[in-house]
């Protein structure tokens, strides 16, 4: 079965820059296109950066310039790195991919922004 697996959240300082990582299983991971979401307490999920088979990516608004999405098709691996962060970055971040008419989620991992 499909299995995503996030991990490198944690505590960073504003202004900070963390990297986190969603191992993918159970998919053909070279022909899916992978996102990562946010959802804060009280908010909605939203969407954060996407990235295609073919290395091609989008943003959203708030994170564009600060986040980067970039892919190990060898290692089954989806990462994005946060630089620059904010207090309103302070989320628990999500691994998404779907697959045909089915949307998978990992577990998500929690990042913090604090002083």
């Known amino acids: 079965q499909v299995q995503l697996v996030e991990s490198g959240g944690g505590l960073v300082q504003p202004g900070g820059s963390l990297r986190l990582s969603c191992a993918a299983s159970g998919i053909i991971f070279s022909s899916d296109a992978m996102r990562w979401f946010r959802q804060a307490p009280g908010k909605e999920r939203e969407f954060v950066a996407r990235?295609?088979?073919?290395?091609?990516?989008s943003y959203a608004n708030s994170v564009k310039g600060r986040f980067t999405i970039s892919r190990d098709n060898a290692k089954n691996t989806v990462y994005l790195q946060m630089n620059s962060l904010k207090p309103e970055d302070a989320a628990v971040y999500y691994c998404n991919v779907q697959v045909v008419v089915d949307n998978y989620w990992g577990q998500g991992t929690q990042v913090t922004v604090s002083s």
């Open positions: 990235i295609s088979p073919g290395g091609i990516t």
